[in-house]
């Protein structure tokens, strides 16, 4: 790896499985190298899978099979800034169907427990927008809802 700063996550044994789905899902990623284990460890044996090098949208990140013990939480997320509803759709989507789960706000979480923010950039518009009445109503619109709905928060943001 040429970075300095890499984000390492830890999973169960599947961190090659997690970036090969990113790899697919997200632009600008893909699975760099591959690290088997030089022997045993506490979550494995010698020759599996120990590290996987690969980038989320041009982030570099480090999957480590560290095994069961640090599940992620929430208090981790990649922010993806999507520019229209058909990427937003598609990604959320990716992530749902793929196991999984919605939460509120634009956020889900993959089948790996890891926590995503599928945010369109008319969001972000709308919640810092320079009148704090239409900011207001469209960061209220988006409380309600789990996928974010540009169409709702563009119409929250004019008082419609």
């Not at 899978?49 to 069961?68: H, K």
């Not at 990716?94 to 008319?122: E, V, Y």
């Not at 207001?136 to 169409?151: G, L, V």
Request: proline residues 6%.
């Amino acid at each position: 790896m040429l970075s300095k700063n890499t984000i390492c996550l830890w999973y169960d044994g599947d961190a090659l499985d997690a970036a090969s789905f990113y790899a697919r899902t997200f632009p600008d990623s893909a699975v760099g190298a591959v690290h088997h284990a030089p022997g045993d460890y506490p979550a494995g044996k010698q020759g599996d899978v120990l590290m996987v090098e690969f980038t989320v949208a041009g982030i570099p990140c480090l999957g480590l099979n560290g095994g069961p013990g640090m599940p992620h939480s929430e208090a981790f997320s990649f922010q993806i800034a999507t520019d229209d509803q058909a990427e937003t759709d598609r990604l959320w989507q990716a992530i749902i169907d793929n196991g999984g789960q919605a939460s509120a706000c634009g956020w889900c979480r993959d089948r790996w427990g890891l926590s995503w923010q599928i945010t369109p950039r008319a969001l972000i518009a709308a919640v810092t927008d320079p009148d704090p009445a239409a900011a207001k109503r469209a960061f209220e619109a988006m409380m309600d809802m789990t996928r974010i709905d540009i169409a709702a928060i563009e119409a929250a943001r004019l008082g419609h």
